[in-house]
């Protein structure tokens, strides 16, 4: 009986990722970092992550929005531009979208593996 709940319970987790997936596949488009490099500097640039982690080294011209302050700190980011978002792997980038998209945000685009994949230049504090 308990390996039953047990495979029910992963099939559930595993139904409820894929349609995760597609579903942030539908509504954010994930750039290589050649893409992302041509574009951010003509939107706004948010990491998404913990500002440790932010403080640790970020694209140079992101503003730090972390993913649990996202709600309260939606009104800092417009509209009517393009978001570019980033975390270290793309997890958090992908809630901060669907944040965003309930609220109307349509451009939305996201860095090809996040952080972690990133080439170029970094700025840390010191």
Same mark, same amino acid.
């Given at each position: 009986? &308990?390996?039953?709940?047990?495979?029910? !319970?992963?099939?559930?987790?595993?139904?409820?990722?894929?349609?995760?997936? !597609?579903?942030?596949?539908?509504?954010?488009?994930?750039?290589?970092?050649?893409?992302?490099? &041509?574009?951010?500097?003509?939107?706004?640039?948010?990491?998404?992550?913990?500002?440790?982690?932010?403080?640790?080294?970020?694209?140079?011209?992101?503003?730090?929005?972390?993913?649990?302050?996202?709600?309260?700190?939606?009104?800092?980011?417009?509209?009517?531009?393009?978001?570019?978002?980033?975390?270290?792997?793309?997890?958090?980038?992908?809630? &901060? &979208?669907?944040? $965003?998209?309930?609220?109307?945000?349509?451009? $939305?685009?996201? $860095?090809?593996?996040?952080?972690?994949?990133?080439?170029?230049?970094?700025?840390?504090?010191?």
């Amino acid at each position: 009986m &308990a390996l039953y709940v047990t495979l029910g !319970i992963l099939a559930a987790f595993i139904v409820y990722s894929v349609i995760m997936f !597609i579903y942030q596949r539908k509504i954010l488009t994930t750039l290589t970092e050649e893409e992302f490099r &041509a574009g951010y500097r003509k939107a706004q640039l948010i990491d998404v992550r913990e500002p440790k982690e932010y403080e640790g080294g970020h694209i140079l011209g992101a503003r730090n929005i972390p993913l649990s302050q996202m709600k309260m700190r939606m009104r800092e980011v417009r509209q009517d531009q393009p978001v570019y978002i980033y975390c270290q792997n793309t997890m958090r980038s992908g809630r &901060a &979208a669907q944040m $965003l998209k309930r609220k109307g945000y349509t451009q $939305l685009y996201q $860095l090809k593996g996040g952080f972690k994949q990133w080439g170029g230049k970094i700025r840390t504090k010191n």
